[in-house]
């Protein structure tokens, strides 16, 4: 059965850090490219971060500088460190799996207040 857990949200204000971790279950980690998603309210679904299985990584031009993925095999985790938080990285947060076909994990919620 293939898992996705994330975990790590939270409250936080707007300058501080959180990190991000999603533990994988049911499939063959090292094979999947793997990203974060987010999703505010009232707005689709968006890539935050990707890093592919070799560790090439890429980001969405508004986390630049101050996110940062990583994986790590013999765990079965990827994890986002995020930093310099601001109230429009409000959302929630998804991992995501992918190869020939693709996982998700069931969310989790950051909040940055002003």
């Known amino acids: 059965q293939v898992q996705l857990v994330e975990s790590g949200g939270g409250l936080v204000q707007a300058g501080g850090s959180l990190r991000l971790s999603c533990a994988a279950s049911?499939?063959?980690?090292?094979?999947?490219?793997m990203s974060w998603y987010r999703q505010a309210p009232g707005k689709q679904r968006e890539l935050v971060a990707v890093?592919?299985?070799?560790?090439?990584?890429d980001y969405a031009d508004s986390v630049k500088g101050r996110f940062t993925i990583s994986r790590d095999s013999e765990k079965r985790t990827v994890s986002l460190q995020m930093n310099s938080l601001k109230p429009d990285d409000t959302a929630v947060y998804y991992c995501?799996?992918?190869?020939?076909?693709?996982?998700w994990g069931q969310g989790t919620q950051v909040t940055v207040s002003s």
């Open positions: 890093i592919s299985r070799g560790g090439s990584t």
């Open positions: 049911g499939f063959t980690f090292s094979m999947y490219a």
């Open positions: 995501n799996a992918r190869l020939n076909r693709q996982y």
